[in-house]
């Protein structure tokens, strides 16, 4: 495939007839195609055919369309939208159709992208050390491995024969290419040489083709306590992350990204306002990577909308994110993407859709939000990838949605909770109390624990699961209480009921909170995890028979040295500390009764 976004050669077809915002109407277009790329005026301003009727069609223009007006030329590229992938596709910083805002910015002066400026997405001077693991002779097909080539310090490149491509190798070389020159040949069935460089296109509105999809079964680790723990996303999972305006979906997601078991982190931002968007742009590049002690973004790729760019490119930066996702999935990686909110790309379709004078569905989003916003996480995934010996690579895709006052019955929060089986509710009654992450533990779900309970058995303890479901009916339980308690008071409560009370908030405080901003907090290994919550379980287990019994004086409870210690339980970072915790729990809790009686 030879499509590029950022063509010179394009010939003039069409002539505008009609210009509102974002979008143009042109004629004579009869001989283009449906998602056809174009380029719009003499401006040459990037355009993509959404809609064609007759000789007429509508175009998206990912540009700023002043001064573009009727009778101006429409020329065509015959090719679709797609993305360049090859190496040098991380630490980049792209806008939603992939033009790589350090070029812009260099070229225009500004974040803020001038018009008609055609910026590569990759260097193509750049020499890469290709190292060949195929030979001349080898029979291949579509995604099998050609070479590999050291893109960052964190990931080897693996470049692959295209999807749709097969035959024997006549020709592969190892040595210092660009990502333009040939590194290999193969011959294919009919008898065609197909030359191979390292870049390669797909169109970005076309999921990559895959062996298979894969059961997911292992869960996605991000170190956080709520997520691991009370709601886990699988890797290759979908998720969702709805929350009113501060309740923490900016920081939730930097943290699994910084911190989750995947390779590599792609993610797409599109800003609320522009300072929002440049808050991530100046931050991103210095968080580091705790494995590597190497900046995240050596394994990253930043997609970047602001409020200032055009409402088409952020319409595409989703499908260019996520095709870039797929790609190193393809690869055989753990990919996960992060899109920070969803609700600004649901509303760019919107806004295209009211122009394109379609019939507007709820709220006037257009009748296909829900087909559009299914289509994109349905990407998500474990696979086999294509190739003669798939490799497993997974992509996990977790969005964020900022419901206008938090109405999670509005269209974009609805549409995403159909097709997503986590899902964590950003409370904002929580972030007001300090109470980080903001993740409600009793409105959010995850509909993957089925699937990793056997990894749990295997991999963190025989009794990992049934911990878990223990804490999360003493949290439910506890919101039962806390009603009567303020109908009635504390008094009427009794003694067990005040247990449940006290361990139910020691899995909020000393469980749940957790400071994203404090290196030593913010990452808990999934082992330790499950030691602390035993820990705070072994209250309520060993407590419940000792403060039933009769005339028990609950404070004495509380006197426990382990009861005053459990705060800082969670600064050990060593399985036998909590194993001596638990005994001490233990005794002390016998010792209750031998002076109790
Ligand atoms: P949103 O993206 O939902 O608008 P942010 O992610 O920007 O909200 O979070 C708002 C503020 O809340 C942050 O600046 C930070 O002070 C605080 N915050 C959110 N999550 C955490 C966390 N896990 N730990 C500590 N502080 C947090």
Redesign the pocket.
Known sequence: MTNTINTQEATKAGEIVRVTGPLVRANGMSSAKLYELVKVSSEKLLGEIIELNGDIASIQVYEDTTGVGPGDPVFRTGKTMSVALAPGLLESIYDGVQRPLKAIEEASGSVYIKRGIDAEALDKNKKWDFKAVAKVGDKVTGGDILGTVAETKLIVHKVMVPPHVSGVITNIKSGNFNITETIAEIKTESGEIEVVAMLQYWPIREPRPKNKKIFPSEPLLTGGRSIDTLFPIAKGGAGCIP??????????QQ?ISKYCNAEVIVYIGCGERGNEMTEVLSEFPHLIDPNSGEPLMKRTILIANTSNMPVAAREASVYTGITIAEYYRDMGYNVALMA?STSRWAEAMREISGRLEEMPGEEGYPAYLSSRTAQFYERAGVVETLGSEGRQGSLTVIG?V?PPGGDLSEPVSQSTLRVTKTFWS?DAGL?YKKH???INWLGSYSLYVDNLLDFWRENVAPDFANIRKQAMELLEKESKLLEIVRLVGMESLSNSDKLTLEVARMIREDFLM????DPSDAYMPIKIQYNLLKSIVTFYNEGLPVVTTDEFEFSRFKQMSTYKEIGRLKEKREVSDYENFISRVKEEIKALTQTNA
């Open positions: 929350g009113p305006f501060g309740a923490g979906k900016t920081v939730t943290s920070d964020a900022s950003l972030a980080f992450p903001s957790q400071n994203a901003f």
